[in-house]
């Protein structure tokens, strides 16, 4: 094998070395591009992640006001009614049966 390649003339290494070069020096330069449009995509959506968090911040359960019923009597009916929820009845005789802090 060592003797069949010895017998290559050097101007097709050169070819053989500036194919193999532009080759993965193409594949480079699109990988590269790729990733700095992906980059600039995600900056992009950057408000839109932004509004999204807030959101999120406003639907936890410590923010004032979040269970207020407004003016719906049947959602404010609905939600101090009576419910037929093992798993929420099995937490609530859980916590009414510890002791109290403080």
């Not at 594949?27 to 807030?54: C, L, Y």
Request: hydrophobic share 50%.
């Amino acid at each position: 094998r060592m003797a069949g390649l010895a017998l290559v003339p050097e101007p097709l290494w050169w070819l053989l070395g500036v194919v193999v070069s532009f080759f993965f020096g193409a594949r480079g330069q699109v990988k590269s591009q790729d990733f700095q449009k992906s980059i600039a995509a995600t900056i992009a959506r950057a408000p839109q992640v932004v509004a999204s968090i807030e959101q999120i911040r406003e639907l936890r359960a410590d923010s004032p006001g979040v269970a207020d019923t407004g003016s719906d009597a049947v959602l404010a009916v609905e939600a101090l009614g009576k419910s037929d929820n093992a798993a929420f009845a099995d937490w609530k005789g859980k916590v009414a049966s510890r002791p109290a802090k403080g």
